[in-house]
């Protein structure tokens, strides 16, 4: 594949597997043993049901979640993107424990790093702003400075 081509399978999985909701079409973008790798998301299950269980999460608890692509850099077997994902928390959010919902506004940005081969994502790495999300929720305070 071209680059041109792992930045349009990139696009593919914000364009339509997050924000189209289009989860039917994991089996086209990632390898049956595809590895997430996420410090916010331990023990994420491999392949494309990993990854469709992984985005369901904040589809559930996010009804309105959207993700933009600010910016894409690619090599031959790699694609980096710099995102921005936002939505209103109105339902329970899947975690340990579970977050209620707050109906409270996230925006949280973040970085997800794409390793391709044979037209398919085969590895992904990322990290956001968890911490950023969590506050924005409510769920943790943010500390107050004190002189």
Same mark, same amino acid.
């Given at each position: ?63 309105? %979640?959207?993700?933009? =692509?600010? &910016?894409?850099?690619?090599?031959? $077997? /790699? ?8 939505? !209103? ?27 391709? %081969?044979?037209?398919? =994502?085969? &590895?992904?790495?990322?990290?956001? $702003? /968890? ?8 769920? !943790? ?7």
């Amino acid at each position: 594949m071209s680059i041109e081509d792992n930045k349009r399978l990139a696009h593919r999985y914000f364009d339509e597997f997050c924000n189209g909701r289009r989860l039917d079409i994991a089996d086209e973008l990632f390898s049956r043993d595809h590895q997430f790798h996420d410090p916010s998301i331990p023990g994420a299950s491999p392949g494309p049901e990993g990854m469709k269980q992984t985005i369901a999460v904040y589809h559930q608890g996010f009804p309105d %979640a959207h993700w933009q =692509i600010h &910016e894409m850099i690619a090599t031959e $077997d /790699t694609v980096v993107t710099r995102w921005t994902g936002s939505g !209103i928390q109105t339902n329970e959010l899947a975690g340990n424990p579970p977050i209620p919902p707050t109906g409270k506004k996230a925006s949280v940005e973040g970085i997800m790093m794409n390793r391709i %081969a044979g037209g398919k =994502i085969v &590895e992904t790495w990322e990290v956001w $702003d /968890t911490l950023g999300m969590l506050r924005q929720l409510g769920v !943790i305070k943010t500390p107050v400075a004190t002189s």
